[in-house]
């Protein structure tokens, strides 16, 4: 305890993260930083990974950058051996790597499924797969997937993001079952509207969908979040580094929203 705030104790853990080039994957990477932990980066965007790198330096953290597309099997394994040659162990994965489309399903393009679906869906199994087995012989490690409020509740145009969502959070249970004899925790958040330029983009392209301006279409969203306001990304980072550390020791295969109330279920 620090000045009335509780600090989650993440020193000299290893956390890997996915997606940390930008919005909510750059606001865990630096959340985990803040409370200890060295960063290793992955995502496929080399110039916002760069952007994570120099703000966790800045935090006098260990970090390393590792350009990657995870949903390619090759990539992932190469990308968790370099990891491990350089910190010896992962205590904790956060597979945050996610895109969204907006598009009514019967329009939808098979090409644009299966993309959504690899990078959200198919890189969980990947990436945990590949880190689990690290994990299984320090009988140990914290697993924590980013699923959504879509994996609860359908959205419209934005069907394939709600089912890659959904894969995400089923995973999370079978995972949790399989790795508890590990000691190894896998839970998912599930976040609702965050204020990121993901988030501005899909104001912008479904809000047509529902005959409505991005304004006209952020307003109507927001008007059903009882706190009437969109997450920020250190706060999603608050609740992943709950989960990180020792203090979630007996928590595992829940899938924890943090929506403002708007999704209660």
Not at 48 to 77: A, F, H, W, Y
Not at 140 to 159: D, L, M, P, Y
């Amino acid at each position: 305890m620090k000045g009335g705030m509780i600090l989650f104790d993440l020193n000299n853990k290893n956390a890997f993260i996915t997606g940390s080039a930008q919005g909510i994957g750059r606001g865990i990477a630096l959340k985990l930083a803040k409370y200890g932990a060295n960063i290793i980066a992955a995502d496929i965007n080399e110039d916002g990974l760069q952007k994570t790198i120099n703000k966790i330096k800045e935090m006098e953290r260990k970090t390393i950058p590792l350009k990657m597309d995870v949903s390619d099997k090759k990539q992932v394994n190469e990308g968790v051996k370099k990891a491990l040659d350089e910190f010896k162990t992962i205590d904790i994965l956060v597979n945050c790597a996610g895109i969204t489309n907006s598009s009514l399903l019967v329009d939808l393009k098979e090409e644009i499924w299966e993309r959504v679906m690899d990078v959200n869906a198919k890189s969980v199994f990947l990436v945990s797969q590949a880190v689990a087995k690290n994990m299984i012989k320090e009988k140990r490690g914290k697993i924590i997937n980013i699923s959504s409020q879509a994996a609860k509740v359908g959205e419209a145009g934005n069907g394939v993001y709600c089912a890659s969502k959904a894969a995400v959070s089923m995973l999370t249970q079978v995972f949790a079952l399989e790795l508890a004899q590990y000691n190894i925790n896998v839970n998912a958040v599930c976040p609702g509207y965050v204020d990121t330029d993901i988030m501005q983009e899909v104001f912008e392209k479904r809000g047509p969908l529902e005959g409505m301006t991005h304004e006209q279409y952020k307003r109507h969203l927001l008007s059903n979040v009882p706190l009437k306001r969109m997450a920020q990304t250190g706060e999603i980072g608050e609740l992943v580094a709950f989960l990180a550390s020792d203090l979630s020791s007996y928590i595992t295969g829940v899938s924890i929203i943090i929506a403002g109330g708007k999704t209660l279920i």
